[in-house]
């Protein structure tokens, strides 16, 4: 497995955040079960990068807490079982499922954290299940994709013991 952690910015966490990153990201595909050893690229930003990157891909001049660029295209979430058929898919130097990317900004991950009374490693780690299951299908577009998504995210940081 290939988990690429950048830096946009200087990320000023009081935990080790790549640790926590390849230990939620790991995690993640293991429940999910996805069967193919994986490539995830995860950048760290800040408001004005993020904001930019939502302008330039998203039509959208303002900043958020996390993007996801899914690699995949599922016609059903966590299913895998087409993966095989399409060799784009695949890393050609590695053999690795290309997942996709991750961005994820720092000061919302602080912000959010104190506004919602939790720590900061918490916010962290909520923000990438969620773009981990984003680049496996999963979507909150509608009241039931949400209420699924919302269901996987809680049972796999309950799981990893990381609580609000």
Request: proline share 2%; hydrophobic share 40%.
């Amino acid at each position: 497995m290939t988990i690429s952690v950048e830096e946009e910015i200087s990320a000023d966490f009081s935990f080790d955040y790549e640790k926590i990153a390849g230990d939620v990201i790991r995690y993640t595909i293991a429940h999910e079960k996805f069967p193919f050893e994986a490539e995830v690229n995860l950048l760290l930003t800040d408001d004005e990068g993020i904001r930019m990157m939502n302008k330039e891909f998203r039509s959208i001049d303002s900043p958020t807490d996390v993007l996801s660029f899914p690699m995949i295209h599922y016609e059903m979430a966590g299913d895998f079982s087409k993966l095989e058929a399409d060799a784009d898919n695949f890393n050609p130097d590695t053999g690795e499922v290309v997942l996709g990317d991750i961005i994820l900004n720092t000061e919302r991950v602080k912000r959010q954290a104190e506004s919602f009374g939790h720590s900061e490693r918490r916010e962290f780690a909520f923000l990438i299940v969620h773009s981990m299951l984003h680049l496996f299908g999963y979507d909150h577009m509608t009241e039931e994709e949400a209420s699924v998504m919302e269901q996987v995210q809680r049972e796999i940081l309950e799981e990893m013991q990381i609580l609000r």
